[in-house]
């Protein structure tokens, strides 16, 4: 079974940068055809696809939270991880850790990185943003 478990800070200051690590048990995040993702959720909005990190290392990011993303992959503990940058309290939110499959369009693979496309997730873990 794949396992998916988020860990980091659950407080940030103002301007600092947000880290999360994600770490995966039950499959390798360099095995071909998934993408592992950063999903978050703002009390009370909608799930915000964030970026993600295919089995190559290869990233997409959200246009919205581009410039203020950076992923980043340990592949001696299976582990990939997310940093946001200058955050403010609008990036509170419970920050999820998720894998995707790739989809194909016959032989042309694609991801539309929606929620529903998501096959494990971790629990969860709630970053609030603070002085």
């Known amino acids: 079974q794949v396992q998916l478990q988020e860990s980091g800070p659950g407080l940030v200051k103002p301007s600092q940068t947000l880290s999360l690590t994600c770490t995966v048990s039950?499959?390798?995040?360099?095995?071909?055809?998934?993408?592992w993702n950063w999903i978050r959720q703002p009390p009370g909005k909608e799930l915000e696809w964030v970026g993600a990190?295919?089995?190559?290392?290869?990233?997409s990011y959200n246009p919205s939270l581009k410039s203020r993303i950076t992923f980043s992959r340990d592949l001696s503990k299976n582990q990939f991880s997310l940093q946001l940058s200058s955050v403010t309290p609008e990036d509170t939110a419970v920050y999820y850790c998720?894998?995707?499959?790739?989809?194909?369009?016959?032989?042309?693979?694609?991801?539309?990185?929606?929620?529903?496309?998501?096959?494990?997730w971790g629990k969860g873990t709630l970053v609030t943003v603070s002085s």
């Open positions: 990190l295919d089995s190559g290392g290869n990233t």
């Open positions: 998720t894998r995707e499959a790739v989809r194909f369009n016959s032989a042309s693979p694609y991801a539309t990185h929606a929620a529903d496309g998501m096959d494990y």
């Open positions: 039950g499959a390798s995040i360099t095995t071909n055809n998934y993408f």
